[in-house]
């Protein structure tokens, strides 16, 4: 069965330190894997996709993520953290027909000064 | 630029109540799709609606229905409102072949 595991369900980090958030999938087929972002009481915003080709992807505000197929992975990455980044952020894969996806439980970021 | 929007950015209401919360989008987009948030098990589908008028079950159907009468605005239906639905609800809209889905700002729903 499809399904998107993100281990941490929370994670403290220092202003200008490095990101890593981990993601792993389970999918049949060549996945399409996004990563979202969601600010305090807002909707989700796309930070990047996977679709094929490349498989380190650059996404917007600084974060890129890697798609490694032998690892059933698509971790995101930002070199230098910023306050702004404080937020919670959803792992993603699919098609599962007519466009659904499967949403991971999220990994909350807090930022530290 | 997209734009998906929610009814209502809160709201409370009383257990037995009827609710609903209405989604516009703005990009002609065929798919449209309604899910809840909460706190540890992310986002989980209700309903979707791939065209006018159609409608699929998502994987937490029970106690909501949905209408979809205009290709704009997708709307879900708390029949009889339950404490257990007091939940943030997320709407998002796709246009046909491509993943990607597009958020609205949420309605956060409150039951008492």
Known sequence: AQSVTQPDIHITVSEGASLELRCNYSYGATPYLFWYVQSPGQGLQLLLKYFSGDTLVQGIKGFEAEFKRSQSSFNLRKPSVHWSDAAEYFCAVGPLGYNKLIFGAGTRLAVHP | DVKVTQSSRYLVKRTGEKVFLECVQDMDHENMFWYRQDPGLGLRLIYFSYDVK?????????????????????????????????????????????????????TRLLVL
């Open chain 2, 54 to 106: 159609m409608k699929e079950k998502g994987d937490i159907p029970e106690g909501y229905s949905v209408s979809r009468e205009k290709k704009e605005r997708f709307s879900l239906i708390l029949e009889s409102a339950s404490t257990n639905q007091t939940s943030m609800y997320l709407c998002a809209s796709s246009p046909q072949g491509q993943e990607t889905q597009y958020f609205g700002p949420g």
